[in-house]
């Protein structure tokens, strides 16, 4: 997962980038950069580590200019390294810096496509850098002898659009010209568009911000205006002038209900939806299935699993007329493991993360509400941790279905979370999990309760479920 | 604020001191600092920061030892260094380091008699140092001529005891020989003991910690013993042979109301009274004041208005059957504003750190429960955030009186939080917070919600309600 | 002036890039970077400061492979940052990294025709950035719808020698191919080529290695073989293969004579020629200046500047049968400037930088010999110390002509050290730098030193001196 | 060996001390503190590393205040840390910071006494904290009941110097007083003392400065007055009052032989010695050792060691009419081996150090002069490296006698060089070193050559060499 942002003010932009991208990083921790362009000229800085460690006062003087992308990412290859971080840059054509959040599916037969026929060399091994090598291609075919046009970038992103498959919500910019903003044609990732009006008010003078999530743009004082569309892209020329053009077949936006259930920050607004609203209506309906399977009667009290289930786990609740109440604390410090000779300390890795208040479990019948059980192991340790609570009973329900497959190009799960319901029965899950009993949201209902949230969302990318 | 811990272990103290202070770093989070006793030789490090950026391998590999103390604080005099973070240092007599958590009461006077009388040079504004000067010199007075032992560490800190006013509860250590745990004859100040039993179960071979919350002991896997008594001081020699001994005339632990109101982690139990449930109790009583001063039939939703509230908001919801939601989204991730000419940016401080959801607001009524009001400008801030999501009315419940003295000895404000209602009346602190209407606890009240916790609690140190 | 490195060898190249760094960074200490090749992958990290700074174990662990080149440099170009320093990176064609040392003569022209006609951007002032791009831009054509090949690459690099005016010597890698060393048709700028032979010492299995200067090779176990003939390139390809080819039409090499009296370390031998031997016969030929204008029956001793000018001073003596003597002793530790207020501290910077003995000056006669007067002032304030330290007459003698041009394509001058001698007179000279006697090398004596140490260099870049 | 300074003055002492130890660091590179008293409070800061790694902007901006002493020393302890780096601090009495040149001789016993009588505890292996220990101890004996005076500070070091053996030159600062300078009794270790005379010119309003070598005064715009003499102490108070007091016996300075032989900077003075007519007087008084013990005639040149013997090389072939050239280029450079895996590499250390001109070697007879062969291995790799530059005979003169004894208090060798000649016949050591023939200044020669540059200079540290 990652967060990408880019902007066009009338002031310098590395603190609006720098601002936008910690209202971001819930969507990635592991990476973080920003490039400008001042007068033609690109300063970038880009690190492994929270936005907070990557840029230092150094970093952000040398990152001058009006205009900007940034990112932040989780690590999607291992051990990665400070290049793999985004954005990338090609110098020809134009100078073209590009940031996204997605998964491009034909990654290896793009790869030998530009180092065969384009010659481009490949240097990481980033899907960003293959989707701005085929941009830097398609720029560069339909360039040809004449001055770069917005028209030409949105022939040289159609091109883009037939060549790459996969999920990718971009942000780019072309040196001394303006930012590029466009979406896949699904608009699995999400992708939105901001603007802090002109004096005049009449768009002149406007200034305009890109986000993955519409609470950066509300952070930074931009006004949301719409989501970009999917296969759309939009232009902003360095004066300003904004050019749109939809590239694809227009069909709705089909996102990733990943995003409802787990990643987007609960005031974002993603395609239209509320994705708090999505969240406390998963909680709703998730509510009929808990009534329909256990006996409600004999649960004392209902609690989420952490931040991210709270708004389901409320509405739950009171729709069960039972109890709500939160008995784990998560440790808002986590630290680290020093490697110090001799080291006998193993840390309990859980118990750092989360402390249980025994009074909260201490004799209870616990339902706990989870957004998606992804990691098996994780929420195992926290059914344990409510039994040594002293919970008598722990159930659990989960907003999402069960997760069906590992990795599909709408979601790319950490290497190290794998899916605990692959090929699994029911019981076999439960079991794993240690609970008593499981409830899962069923795939129609997570459907009614993102559409719920904005009824004309009518698709969702859900690969992932089935 | 400030958060301590002493500990005696059979294996390298310093992951151990560095895991619990993250668990203690709520307390404080502008200094960190740790000493340990490596046969004798004391290695310390501590500078400005979160304790994840003061302890870095190379420090951690210098603090070597099965002993140690640390601390974690907030900045308490203005433009502070690196020099005043705790533990300190003085080399005679023994050699001792010392951390502690509360204010001495006669500071300067004690300052005087050090420099005149013992002719002991104080370099820093810290607390900490006067009471480690105090402690050595009494040491020094009770040790004349013979070894050290556990009676003269007794004395000398009933000796302490006469001389420093004030608050305080300390760990210190003295080199080659032991930890060392004590705290005032009132108790204001938290501190508690855990034991990691030892093979043969029988105190042989016992691991001991002291630290300010119980939630530290456990996340380190230390079971909770009990708090170390007002006026009480416990010595574990490093041999691992505990000596305790009341040093003042026994009467029950006075904590500090604030802990439970809004300082303690809600998982901690203190003097014998959980937070959490005292926390559930001001809600309640919360509940009352609200149904007998406002329509409670009029207010649509209820809302906390940070973490901190939570617990209290939930039950105060309850008792009055009205809906529970959470509207303000806070940012896990505070940045900070770069110096950058030409800086015409001024970062929007509060829609960087909270967010308002609309649909949570947009055409509401709410009740914004608070746990205290001590900076009138913040709870102003969110009240206005709430309006401009679109609230209709928003009310203020507060779970403790209004706070009357900015600075008493059972609470050290930060410079910057001015109390907001010394000397104001109801009316005016409503204005000022520019709230619709607003609810105060009464003392009364809020002294029955922590006694409902521990019944056993008889007094609070409430002097700033005053 | 730059120090640029290129390797090929069995091991990983890093710390012999490193090392080799250390041994050119006379050459230059404001930059230093290196880019290795490691399977098709680039690492690449360049920063300001001394090689020592700007590599940590954190980089060097990146810089995986056995192939790579480095560069050290001094600013030229003002406030630099460290985009700037070398090497400099295209993707397009191939993947190539470049490092050069040199001036590129029509910079202006050739960006411009980048730009326009390549649409290559070019993101820094660097010249290095303009020559690397118009190599890959050679590249490119020369390589339509083929693979690469060594003839390719002489075609691109005999293209490249036409479109690029000025010196240049260069060395570049191509991704997952090999090593490139190249110098201009003049060979205004060293580049020299190593081998450490193979097991069966046949050429199978060698490792190359090439550096501006033969002390690099020396120091790390390289032979010295030949250096890179003026207009010639030569390729390594990264199984072992050497491929050269003299692309213009040969004639002698025409070195920067400034690399003789005062750039290149003594020990290197530059295009046949030893720098100490010319730095000697600098001496010897000085001497009968000396004797004809001065009457050197009078000079009590002879003295160095500083190291530079050692050699021929110990040789101009040793001629005159005069003493010679070192009484200006350098601070081998160079400290900084801090501004801190209130700062009424101005340092000394001379006093700072050397100290002259006082016995050595003492009423003395004293006759100064400087490798050749490039910032007056820096003269100056040494003729002034020899006076403080009682000297009662200071005369001056320079191994090289007055320097006539700033910026000429064969020395590019730091832009604070401006020639003091342009279009003044001997006494406008003698008088701006305060000496009592003012004695040059004449040209003719400049080149008959430098063909004394290797009479088959017929040709010197002397433009500075016309 | 270390470096020492302190300061009172009338601006800002930082920028002051830090640029004194510059000029210091000679005599030790591995680490270095400064501590400043502001207004009686102390701020310190030291840590391992040279002075421009040591201190940075944020450390020099705590170092506030018109005084402060400094130090710079080479690591004595093996694997060190920063808490050994100097000055060090004790809060009772007074509070006092010290830094010292020099080794205690029954540093274990006073530890022992320290740790019993005093109950003082020493937190480090370090004689400076011994030192303090001692001094502070006995300033509390010296100052009982009454307000501190110059006589109770010098009471107090008399009383040190009964109690502490060996050599120390120390500077302390006791909070809120002044500057004190004390020398041992038998002044083995330099120290002295310079002006900056006042407005008036009468010693109203004068600054001054103690340093280990003249060398500091001069950089910093003092004038040298005088060296502390042996046995004496020096103290300024903070409003500029001189006081000085003899406190042992008065004889004259009995330096260590090796400040003139190796240690010092050649432009300093100690003890009325000028260390540069010291050097030239060895290098004379050698020549005619090697005119009694080796065929001059035969010696085609001479050439000296590095940087430190080439006074004494000069003046050595002046005397014997024979040629003096410098063969040996060391590298300015020194960098460092990373531990990389995998790693098949090892550095050459000494190709690394130092080159060897092949034309000044090849074929010719050498003779080397060295300082003094301290590490045996260092001198035969030199030896070695003539060698393979083709030398056909080289002979070793050493201006130093053989060195007998490895740590006596006047010189504490580095652990890693260990003296080469302790109990070896004359031609053991030649052979060990290599080298064909080997001349040892006589001892007698040794201190004639030091007299001749201060007749009253009539006693000389010469332990090692005995």
Redesign the interface.
């Known amino acids: 997962m990652c967060g990408i942002v880019g902007v066009l003010t009338h002031?310098?932009a590395?603190?609006?980038l720098?601002?936008a991208l910690?209202?971001l990083?819930?969507r990635g921790q592991q990476a973080a950069g920003i490039a400008t362009d001042n007068d033609?000229?690109?300063?970038?800085h880009k690190a492994n580590g929270?936005?907070?460690d990557v840029f230092r006062?150094r970093n952000?003087?040398?990152l001058r200019g009006r205009a900007g992308i940034g990112h932040c990412s989780c690590a999607a290859y291992g051990p990665s390294?400070?290049?793999e971080a985004q954005p990338f840059y090609?110098?020809?054509?134009?100078?073209i810096t590009l940031a996204h959040n997605g998964q491009v599916a034909n990654g290896d037969a793009l790869r030998r496509e530009l180092s065969v026929t384009?010659?481009?060399?490949?240097?990481?091994p980033s899907d960003a850098e293959v989707l701005l090598?085929v941009l830097?291609h398609e720029v560069?075919a339909a360039?040809q002898g004449e001055s770069l046009s917005p028209a030409m970038l949105f022939t040289a992103i159609a091109c883009l659009q037939r060549r790459v498959q996969g999920s990718y919500a971009a942000v780019a910019q072309v040196?001394g010209h303006g930012i590029l903003a466009f979406r896949d044609p699904q608009g699995v990732r999400p992708l939105c568009l901001g603007v802090r009006a002109g004096a005049n008010g009449e768009g002149e003078g406007n200034e305009y911000m890109f986000a993955s999530e519409s609470?950066a743009l509300?952070?930074?004082?931009f006004a949301y205006v719409r989501d970009v569309a999917p296969g759309e892209a939009i232009y902003v020329s360095l004066d300003g002038q904004l050019h749109a053009r939809q590239l694809s077949v227009q069909h709705g936006a089909r996102p990733s209900a990943f995003e409802f259930v787990s990643l987007a920050?609960?005031?974002s607004v993603i395609d239209g939806a509320?994705v708090?609203?999505a969240r406390l209506k998963l909680g709703e309906l998730l509510a009929e299935q808990v009534r329909a399977q256990l006996d409600t009667g004999a649960i004392d009290v209902v609690m989420p699993f952490d931040d991210i289930a709270?708004?389901a786990a409320?509405q739950l609740a009171?729709k069960l007329g039972l109890?709500?109440?939160?008995g784990f604390?998560q440790?808002?410090?986590?630290?680290?493991?020093?490697?110090?000779p001799?080291?006998?300390?193993v840390?309990?890795a859980v118990?750092?993360r989360v402390?249980?208040?025994g009074?909260?479990f201490n004799g209870k019948r616990i339902l706990l509400v989870e957004d998606a059980i992804v990691d098996a192991a994780s929420t195992r340790e926290l059914v344990q941790l409510a039994r040594q609570a002293g919970a008598t009973w722990v159930a659990l329900a989960s907003t999402a279905p069960p997760v069906r497959r590992p990795k599909v190009y709408g979601v790319d799960w950490p290497a190290r979370r794998k899916p605990a319901s692959m090929g699994a029965t029911h019981d076999d899950m439960r079991a794993n999990v240690t609970a008593d009993a499981l409830v899962f949201q069923d795939l129609k209902a997570l459907k009614a309760a993102i559409a719920g949230a904005n009824p004309a969302l009518r698709e969702l990318e859900i690969s992932c479920f089935e």
């Open positions: 002031a310098p590395n603190q609006t720098y601002d910690l209202l990083q819930h033609s000229v690109f300063a970038m929270l936005v907070t006062t952000m003087r040398t390294c400070d290049e090609v110098n020809a054509p134009y100078g384009a010659r481009r060399h490949i240097n990481t090598n830097a560069h360039s040196a609470v509300e952070g930074m004082g920050r609960p005031d509320s708090y609203a709270r708004p409320i009171l109890d709500y109440r939160e604390i440790n808002r410090y986590p630290g680290r493991t020093f490697d110090l001799p080291s006998a300390i840390r309990k118990s750092q402390n249980a208040i009074t909260e």
